[in-house]
């Protein structure tokens, strides 16, 4: 097969969705997801591996580049998935929908039925929840920025500027952090937040047992691999969420 046959939107689209669930480590031409995507695309694994390589290089808060190949329309696709990421991602699904071997996976948690718009929209904010979940641990590698804990079970994608504010934001990668459920809770009521270095802050407010305290404040959180939180997002958790008095 030709090698130099052009990347179409569709082509480009798909791989960026497949970055942007993908842990940086497993961004080569061996995956399995990167082979399966190849296949679909009649293209060789390598060549998908080094197209998620241009999209790393494009990562520009990361301290580790990808290749320096990223052209153009590289950048385009890349401007397009972060100026509306639902809208993005919605047109990854309907073009992978329409294999069934390129299909998404089942549902695991059947939704109760209900009638007209009402099921459309649940299953609609049960994809694009799914789909942020999906992003973030990938960037953290399935650990929690502050405490370490990798037991997917216990990790949650925790919205930093929150989910009701602006739903531009609401999919954005860059909007979100890998943490279990207490410190998730704490981050989202404004009990906690995180300062310009990553370093906890915890809020007056927040009444610690003296056996947690070094759970929470001055842990530096971990930096993930790729989508790193953009400083105006935790600069608006700071000014807006976190409970300073």
Known sequence: MAERKPWTRRDQVLVLELYSRTP??????TNPDVIALAAYLERSPS?????????????V?????????????????????????EKFLQFARSVRSVDGEWGEPEDPEPTEFREGE????????RKNQSAFRTMVLSSYEATCAITGISQPELLVASHIVP??????????????ICL?????????AGLITLDKNFSVLCSPRFVIPSRLKSQFE????????????????????????????
């Open 24 to 29: 940086f480590g497993k961004m080569h031409k």
């Open 47 to 59: 060549s998908i591996a080094m197209k998620l390589g241009n999209y790393a290089s494009l990562d």
């Open 61 to 85: 808060n990361l301290d580790r580049k990808g290749l320096d190949g990223a052209s153009k329309a590289d950048r385009e696709i890349w401007d397009e998935f972060f100026a509306d990421p």
């Open 118 to 125: 009402d099921v459309l929209r649940i299953v609609k904010v």
């Open 163 to 176: 989910w009701r504010v602006d739903s531009k934001l609401r999919l954005d990668p860059r909007n979100g």
């Open 180 to 188: 279990n459920p207490l410190h998730d809770k704490a981050f989202d």
């Open 218 to 245: 001055g842990q530096v959180a971990k930096q993930p691999n790729k989508f790193r939180p953009l400083p105006e997002y935790l600069e608006y958790h700071r000014d807006e969420v976190f409970i300073s008095k």
